[in-house]
């Protein structure tokens, strides 16, 4: 299956060179001020991720739960705040493998964590004008055509009790509906597995046939 970025751009190219549509509509997506912020906050997710400081945060609120709901409130509502400022996308690129991590380490499906820690940066990035990828490229495309566009908290009158009310389902009833799935390192390790050593060598074509010969 092709990789959808190269899909993309494979479409894109394709368009030009046939004439379906000029370069400058082609291109024209590329100036969007949403996509462009987007693109700038994946760099700072990054530089927190290569840092250790989001994983050393996020370890130390779970570590102090008691309970599996007790550790997803942990984790759900201040993910839904960062999602306000940070937008959502790149938090859940952040956290995923943090989150998957430790619950492997606690014995804890990460199928009770994963789905519900999208959600709650979806619902909190709903907030404001930053919070997700839609409301900037809307943003933009608003701006664009002469318009005013969002204020930054304009949205919250909307986002704030929408936010609220999915918190508390995902929290209380939510994860009850989630499959309770072992992930593919703990089924591995539960299966009395032996460790193999094997070695690849580069191939002498000579070698071969010379030995093939003898």
């Known amino acids: 299956m092709a990789r959808p970025d190269l899909l993309v751009f494979f479409t894109l190219f394709f368009f030009i060179m046939t004439d ?12 969007n001020e949403g996509m462009l912020t987007v693109g700038l906050l994946f760099i700072v997710a990054g530089a927190f991720e290569r840092s250790g400081l ?23 509502v201040p993910i839904s705040g960062f999602s306000d400022f940070l ?6 690129v952040t956290l995923t493998p943090i989150v998957r991590k430790w619950a492997s380490e606690n014995n ?29 490229v809307i943003h933009g495309l608003l701006l664009d055509f002469g318009e005013k566009g969002f204020n930054f908290f304009e949205l919250a009158w909307v986002g704030v009790p929408i936010t609220f009310i999915g918190l508390v389902y995902l929290i ?12 593919l390192i703990e089924k591995v390790r539960e299966k009395n597995t032996k460790d193999y050593l ?6 002498n074509r000579q070698r071969f046939f010379s030995e093939r010969c003898d």
């Open 20 to 31: 379906i549509v000029s370069t400058d509509e082609a291109l024209v997506g590329f100036s």
């Open 54 to 76: 989001v994983e050393r945060l996020v370890s130390s609120m779970l570590a102090k739960a008691n309970t599996r709901q007790g550790a997803m409130f942990r984790l759900l």
């Open 87 to 92: 937008n959502n996308t790149p938090i859940v």
């Open 108 to 136: 804890i499906s990460p199928f009770k964590f994963l789905l519900p820690l999208s959600y709650a940066a979806i619902l909190g990035g709903t907030i404001t004008l930053m919070g997700t990828s839609t409301n900037l």
């Open 172 to 183: 209380v009833v939510g994860h009850r509906f989630l499959p309770d799935h072992k992930s």
């Open 198 to 203: 094997s070695e690849i060598q580069p191939w």
